[in-house]
């Protein structure tokens, strides 16, 4: 079983920046999907970012159309760790952030392997 923990929310204005760190334990996901989904009050939980496996030593990043440009996804495998820079935050990107992990996009929203989730509030 692969635990989550995240950490790196906080309250900052709109404009700012935070950056979220995700550690994984229990299992190395070198070869697995990492991502990052959030759930905003009252609103259903929705992807926003994740670096997955290509094979050997290459990953692809996606991004919700919500944060391109804003967010960048990065990973350290020797970590066993996933990051989550975001800047030019806006009110709108107020949620709770959970890592996930997966063996794709697909397999990290409908699995289990979340973590206890972290929250970022953007004032306006």
């Known amino acids: 079983q692969v635990q989550l923990v995240e950490s790196g929310g906080g309250l900052v204005q709109a404009g700012g920046s935070l950056r979220l760190s995700c550690a994984a334990s229990?299992?190395?996901?070198?070869?697995?999907?990492m991502g990052w989904f959030r759930q905003a009050p009252g609103k259903e939980r929705e992807f926003v970012a994740g670096?997955?496996?290509?094979?050997?030593?290459?990953?692809?990043?996606d991004y919700a159309d919500s944060i391109k440009g804003r967010f960048t996804i990065w990973r350290d495998n020797a970590k066993n760790a996933v990051y989550l820079q975001m800047n030019s935050l806006k009110p709108e990107d107020t949620a709770i952030y959970y890592c996930?992990?997966?063996?794709?996009?697909?397999?990290?929203?409908?699995?289990?392997?979340w973590g206890q989730g972290t929250q970022v509030t953007v004032s306006s």
């Open positions: 670096t997955v496996w290509r094979g050997g030593n290459r990953y692809y990043a």
């Open positions: 229990g299992r190395t996901l070198s070869s697995y999907a």
């Open positions: 996930a992990a997966g063996l794709d996009i697909a397999s990290m929203s409908r699995g289990d392997n």
